[in-house]
């Protein structure tokens, strides 16, 4: 590895910005530098004013996704080896609008997520604890999708979420997937009908983009499949 990188910054300031600019500056390296590290050192020895999120740097919280060399990505997650060139474009998650330098606004995000109602609403007929078994099958069916940290890298990936503000996207109908997939959720037709319209997965043309860039290795894109399979069932009366 070189000793230095290359590193075209995306800035902009509302405040005293007219435009948008990237700004040319050289780090030096480390081994085992993530991106995070890269920011940081900008921060604490280049620039004081630059912003940008993190939390956990562990790759849970889900806050830190940048676009980084044309990809969305988890900033704490991402090994500056691993993009084998010295020359690296750090730019603000895609797809949503920019607060300041490379933090977006996340509320149009959680918006939608709020719309497909995220959390579990037990069935009134159910009156002692279920248990799922972790090894069964309703539980592995669902497993991977469950691993989800709303990092919003899958959002920015998203060519129909670029085109279509009203799309629900790969993360809120993946969450949705995984509460409509269990048998115990008391509102599972009505989560279905929020998701069976135009902006929800019918407007996903199933490219896969959001499935490639997942840091946790998720197929958003087979929960929207899917979803869609549950909403033919039931306009054919064969899901309830
Ligand atoms: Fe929490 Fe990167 S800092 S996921």
Redesign the pocket.
């Known amino acids: 590895m070189s000793d230095h990188l290359n590193i075209r910054l995306f800035r902009f300031n509302p405040e005293i910005d007219v435009e948008p600019r990237f700004e040319e500056l050289q780090v030096p390296t480390f081994e085992n530098m993530a991106i995070?590290d890269v920011v940081m050192h900008i921060q604490n020895y280049l620039d004081r004013s630059l912003s940008f999120r993190?939390?956990?740097?562990?790759?849970?919280?889900?806050?830190?996704a940048l676009y980084v060399n044309g990809r969305p990505r988890?900033?704490?997650?991402t090994q500056v080896s691993a993009l084998k060139t010295q020359n690296i474009t750090i730019m603000p998650l895609p797809n949503l609008p920019i607060i300041r330098d490379l933090v977006v606004d996340m509320e149009p995000f959680f918006e939608k997520w709020k719309k497909i109602k995220p959390y579990y609403v037990s069935r009134k007929d159910i009156v002692d604890p279920v248990v799922v078994h972790p090894d069964s099958n309703e539980r592995e069916f669902i497993d991977e999708m469950l691993d989800c940290?709303a990092?919003g890298c899958c959002y920015g990936a998203c060519s129909m979420a670029a085109t279509n503000e009203e799309f629900l996207g790969p993360p809120a109908l993946n969450r949705a997937y995984t509460l409509i997939a269990d048998k115990r959720d008391a509102i599972r037709v009505e989560r279905l009908k929020v998701v069976d319209k135009s902006y929800g997965v019918w407007r996903c043309h199933t490219q896969f983009n959001c499935s490639e860039v997942c840091p946790k290795n998720i197929v958003p894109t087979r929960s929207i499949q899917n979803l869609k399979k549950r909403c033919v069932l039931k306009k054919i009366g064969v899901f309830k």
């Open positions: 995070l993190f939390s956990c740097r562990v790759g849970m919280c889900g806050s830190c988890l900033a704490c997650r940290i990092c």
